[in-house]
């Protein structure tokens, strides 16, 4: 039975993973902090336990251990961790903050870097010789690149080579696993995600991050200015590079399952989504007319459209590129599964969030959905 670490084990694409382990009978290790409201175990099993509706699988091959990512040994002792490694392992590193503004530049320098360096040392000092480390990153690393995003490493930049901090801090993690791979022979990987969705078989979208935060707080508009018309700056055909929960799921079991994988592997979907899919879905589920303007200034925009705009101070810089990605090492080791993400997938996702996220609160005045 082969046994798979896994840090930052409560977030959405890391309990969405383990959750296919245990359906196959792995045995899973997952680090997860507990904090003053909840228990290490009660983060997770909450986590497994909304995946799957209540109808949570065994947990026979599930151990959760309670870690500090920045402590030295993770804040656990020797003995502990010589149990934790004490055959092969296949580790992968998932925990991030995903704050991105300059205010959160520290926060980011010591969880996405400083966490990353601290977890390659652990790996390194207790970790077999056939044990495998997996750096779970993002895309994005890319920045304002515009040329094709290769599977390569690319060199430490300043932050004005990116769109905001947390893609500047990825770039700086992945260079952290580089370095290790050159001078202390760590048996390391890049898996590079692309912005992780709802499954595009059922439409079922558990996560507020990208695309559904931005609905919601439309949303939220919709629900004290309905009927109106507001302009975003936003190009209709800009894309953005959305993958579906199940596809990543898969292509991460795979990786497990795979004797060789490359260094780099990108994990993004093979045709972007168009902002119009997204910008048509709204249109259609709630009382607000979104009209897409590029070019549109602040000093143009009237008090609604600037509600709108400080909604979109993370998703405004991905409202106007095309970025291209290369999959040429992925296709060779990964068999591709279905990843459409057409216009009829992004409404059916957009609308099963919309619907359960205002479910949450009942006594909020409730957005008319469309064909409810």
Known sequence: MKRVIVNGANGYVASNFINELLKHHYQVLALVRGNTKSSAEDRVIQALNVINDGNTPSLDNLMIVDYSLLDKNFGLSETRLQELFSTDVDYFHFAASLKYDHKSKDELLA????????????????????????????????GNTKEVFEEKFYPDQDISSFRNYYEWSK???????????????????????????????????????????????????????????????????????????????????????????????????????????????????????IVP??????????????????????????????????????????????????????YRMLKYFIKNSFKKNRTQKEVPIENE
């Open 293 to 346: 303007v590029p070019g549109l200034e602040y000093s143009q925009m009237n008090s609604l459209e600037r509600l709108m705009a400080v909604g979109m101070s993370f998703t405004g810089h991905y409202t106007n590129i095309n970025i291209q990605f290369d999959t040429s090492k992925r296709d060779a080791v990964i068999t591709p599964v279905d990843d459409c993400m057409d216009e009829q997938t992004v």
């Open 111 to 142: 969880v996405n870097v400083k966490g990353v360096e601290n977890s390659v040392n652990l790996f390194s000092a207790f970790a077999s010789a056939n044990s495998r480390f997996f750096f779970v990153g993002t895309a994005y690393s890319c």
């Open 171 to 289: 770039r700086l993690a992945e260079n952290v696993v580089k370095r290790n791979i050159d001078h202390n022979g760590l048996r390391g990987h890049v898996i590079r995600l692309s912005q992780v969705t709802g499954d595009n078989r059922t439409g079922i979208t558990k996560t507020d991050y990208g695309i559904f935060d931005f609905s919601k707080r439309v949303c939220k508009l919709a629900k004290r200015h309905p009927e109106n018309k507001v302009r975003a700056k936003i190009s209709p055909d800009g894309t953005q590079n959305l993958i579906p929960i199940n596809v990543a799921v898969d292509y991460l079991h795979q990786t497990v399952n795979a004797i060789s994988v490359p260094t780099i592997m990108n994990f993004v979907a093979n045709k972007p989504v168009k902002n119009s899919y997204i910008i048509n879905s709204l249109k259609k589920l709630m009382p607000l007319d």
